[in-house]
């Protein structure tokens, strides 16, 4: 190549780093200039902005559909100078691995569980106490409480910026031994959790084994019969056919599921300021999306898992939920006196009735 080709090639560069920030305000404000294309597809990858999206679950759950959805509009809104790559079902990297990628900029978002943040901000376990919350709009309080914003504001300190906050619905519990009902029904069974203290001693309060395994090696081992059981979303487990491989299922919604959409806050920084405002609102706008879509499409996996015949369904009533609550109080103890009595009080459940 010679100098002078070299020389243009740096010039046009450098020309496309001053115009595309440009050309995107223009863009956002509807007002098109002839000068520049529209389509910034032509541009190759150095040229246009990536984002690689990696997440572990399937394409259909609420995750995966928002997923998707936010990749599309961002595209969509950018004319393709901004280029979200979703890679679903652990393709890049599994569970134990996606924090470590997000944070030595292997990808640029994740959304990860909110307990799997309890490595980096381990006061986030407060979310998996068990029987803690009764709907979603009530973590969504309580992550956007004064509390919540602390515990935000840790993760930030960690080089991780929260986009916002995803719903997949309440947890539910699986096994093929036996229907459990009261506490004591979970006994000696073994059950898969994610990497959480808060779960491990939830379960070991119930008199059952906790193991900890990535969500993408569940459904070989419930076919192996290595665990007994799990607990997990209804959209989770029937997108993974995880209730063909049990006998029963516990419609108990005894803790809470949910996503932290999170981005690696120097990749954040970096990006221009219109960048960084079609991301943030559109991932507004596809959340108020995405929280819908979670409860509908949970209230539709219920009805398929009672119509499949395949499994037993039990469910809890309000004195049973309330019967568990009191057994796992050890567990709120043991979390209030390792990380501080004001995120347990913090909680709706006892909020409410300091009120």
Known sequence: MTTMLQSWLNRCKHLLAI????????????CHSGHYPQDHEQLSEDERIVIRFSHVVG?????????????????????????????????????????????????????????????????????????AF?????????????VGQELLARLEKKGIKTLDVWDNG??????????????????????????SEVLDRQFRQLGAQAEVYAFNEVFQLLEHEQIDGQENTLSNIVSRNLHYLQNYITISNHGYLGYFVIINQEFWDGLPEEVQEVIQTTMDEVTEWQLQLAQELNAQHLEEIEACQCIH???????????????????????AEKYGHQYVDSLPRFKDADE
Not at 84 to 93: C, G, K, T
Not at 181 to 195: C, N, S, T, V, Y
Not at 318 to 326: A, L
């Open 134 to 146: 009764n709907e979603t709009e009530e973590v969504l309080d309580y992550v956007f409480s004064p």
């Open 170 to 195: 309440f947890k539910q519990l699986t096994n093929s031994q036996r229907p459990i009902q009261k506490p004591e029904d979970a006994a000696g069974l073994r059950f898969r959790i994610m990497p």
């Open 59 to 131: 394409e259909e759950t609420p995750k995966g559909l928002a997923a998707r959805r936010f990749a599309e509009l961002v595209k969509q809104r950018t004319s393709g100078y901004v280029e979200v790559q979703v890679f679903s079902n652990s393709y890049l990297y599994k569970d134990g691995e996606e924090i470590d990628a997000l944070l030595q900029g292997d990808v640029q978002m994740i959304a990860p569980a909110i307990s799997k943040l309890s490595e980096l901000v381990p006061e986030w376990q407060v979310i998996d106490l068990p029987f």
């Open 313 to 335: 369904v039990t469910y809890l009533d309000e004195e049973e939920r309330e019967q568990w609550f009191q057994r796992l109080q050890p567990v709120y103890q043991f979390y």
């Open 19 to 30: 115009c595309v920030p440009v050309v995107l305000t223009l863009m956002l404000g509807a």
